[in-house]
Structure formats: structure tokens, C-alpha cells
């Protein structure tokens, strides 16, 4: 898939921004060549479509939904409403929430390309840098603890000498997975599940041994994400570690040659910012289960073919997903996190 955009930047820059939205994911990629890839939004009112907004963000290229949960897509279909969007990646998977629902009736509405993300893809970033998918594979894993995380859309990219790698909501099940045919370092890993420790098996890091290691989760939140087994193993590797519950919003700039970290503090840093925590939503679950039976190999790598199509942009943004109005008290709260910068 290839990009080509009217603005071009500092030729082989990628730019990776973890955004703050409290307990929840959303990661957005810049190309060199200007290009935005959205992996994500958080909740729905986790804010993405306003940060976008204020970093210039105009359209988004690639809008991929990792696992259906709501600290996840929660804020897509605000983003569908209100940007441009050249086409929609999402793992598959169905969901029976009304975030769900809501999401599959605005990309209806829209009419926006939406695609199955599959091990094999590959999407080109321009000036040599490449999207991969891992996963997916070509069956999808099932009787594990939550099936819905263990399919998570896994990405890799390939930036000449760095390696970024997005691991979603995935666990100890798709790790192994994804290890019998990908046995790579990579350099910045965006640890899966807010740093769960059902996630981050030392085989995977052993064999990964990131450099870097994002984690977004929540201030306070009920699940203790970031687990301390997870924590611990990172830190014995001599991993950086980068976590939005103390910083907030992080900035990872790849050069090809190396990463620069421009916005954030690592965890050991003696100093941590101050920051209002968005109310978090309760992600949905499943019952656990035996682990699953191995998986047959993922499909061949085959480059995926994309028209990326307009959109008009709406004037409005829609969000009539939440249970409940928010309060005077969460309103401020949320205003303040948007201009905490």
C-alpha cells in the first residue's frame, strides 16, 4: 500500500505517539511522507478526535481497530465522523456491545473500506519504511483467556535499521504464536495489554529485547495495569520504559538510525509530571479457559493493495455511546486534559 502525500517531512522520519487516554490505547503513526495511521482511539470520551485536532491532524489514512473492546474503539466512530478516512483495518472479531454497533453503523454511514487485518500484509510507508501484519494468523486462536485480546491486530514496522512493534490487547497465546515465524529483535515495543501480566512472556521479550517499551494505561486504574511482573522483567532487561499514567502523552521519533524520545519521561526518571486522569470504562471480558491447540503457520506475505478514498467531513461530532451524562466535575476534568499541553 502506498502513500503519497501533498506535504512531505523530514525524509525517513516516523513518528510515534502513544496518546494519553487514560486507561485505554490509541497510538498514532506520522510517515515521513506527512501520512497519519491511527491504531486505536481509546474510549469515547477519552478525547482523540480533539488531540488530533490540536496537533494539525487533517485526515487519517489508515484507521485500524486492533480487538473490539471499548478502551479501544471506543473512539473511532468520533474520529470516523469527524476526519477523513482513506480505509478501516480490524481484527474480525464482533462484539455485542452498543460501542461495537454504533462503530459498524458509522462506517455503514460513511462508507468507508473496511478490511479483515491478516498476517502477510504489507503496507508501504514510503522512503523504505514498512507495515507489516503479524497478526492474525490464518486461523484465529480460541479457548484462551480472552480470545477477543489474543486476536488482536499485532503490527511491525520497519523503518530502515528500527523496528516498532504494536502488540494491541495480545497475550501469552499469541506471543508464542507469533514466535514460530518471527524471531526478530525490535527496538520500541508498545507493550500489549496496558502491561498486564497475562502479556510480555519472558520467552517474547528474550527474543524481542526492546530497547524501548511504551505502556498506556491509566492513573489509579482498578486492574493495577501496569503489572509488576511485567515492570520487573523490563527493567532487568535494562528497557526504557515509558508509561502515560505518569507522563502522559509520549513521543517517539525514529529515525532509521535510531529512536529519540521527545516528549515523555521514562519511569526511573526522579520527576513526574502532573496530569488529570480521564474517567476509564470497563473493558469487556471473557471467561477464562484452557489454553488454545497451535496454530497453523499465517499466511504468505503478499502486499496489500489500497485506493485510499475521500471522505466528507462531518460538521458534527456524534457520540451517543455513553451510558451516562458525564458530570460538571468530569467535563472539567476532561476539558483540562485537553489543554494540559
Partial sequence: MLFYLLASATAGTLSIDMLDVGQGDSV???????????????TSRAGVADTLERMG????????????HADHIGG?????????????????????????R???????????????????????????????????????????????N????????????????????????TEHAILRHHKEPCGLLKVAHHGSNHSSSQQFLNTIQPQIALISSGAGNRYRHPGDQTLRKLHRMDTEVYRTDLTG???????????????????????????????????????????????????QDSTDEIEVKSVD???????SRDNETLSFGQRLLNWLRFWKH
Wanted: aromatic share 4%; hydrophobic share 35%.
Fill in 102 to 148: 454504533n462503530l459498524e453503523e458509522v462506517i455503514r454511514a460513511k462508507k468507508i473500506e473496511h478490511k479483515v487485518a491478516k498476517a502477510g500484509q504489507r503496507f508501504d510507508l514510503g522512503d523504505g519504511a514498512v507495515m507489516k501484519v503479524l497478526w492474525p494468523g490464518t486461523m484465529r486462536l480460541e479457548g484462551t483467556r480472552s480470545d477477543l
Fill in 28 to 42: 498514532l503513526l506520522t510517515t515521513s511522507r506527512g501520512a497519519h495511521i491511527l491504531v486505536d482511539a481509546g
Fill in 150 to 173: 489474543s486476536n488482536s491486530v499485532v503490527l511491525r514496522i520497519e523503518n530502515e535499521n528500527d523496528c516498532i512493534l504494536l502488540m494491541g490487547d495480545a497475550e501469552e497465546p
Fill in 249 to 299: 502523552h509520549i513521543t517517539v521519533l525514529s529515525t532509521g538510525n535510531g529512536f529519540e524520545v521527545v516528549d515523555g519521561l521514562a519511569d526511573s526518571a526522579p520527576t513526574q509530571l502532573p496530569r488529570v486522569v480521564a474517567p476509564e470504562t470497563l473493558p469487556e471480558t471473557e471467561s477464562p479457559a484452557p489454553p488454545p491447540s497451535e496454530p497453523p503457520p499465517p499466511a
Fill in 313 to 319: 467531513e462531518s460538521k458534527e461530532a456524534v457520540d
Fill in 57 to 68: 491532524v487533517e485526515r487519517i489514512d489508515v484507521l485500524i481497530g486492533s480487538h473490539p
Fill in 76 to 100: 473511532l466512530a468520533t474520529i470516523i465522523e469527524r476526519f477523513p478516512v482513506g480505509a478501516y483495518y480490524h481484527s474480525g472479531d464482533a462484539h455485542t456491545t452498543r460501542t461495537y
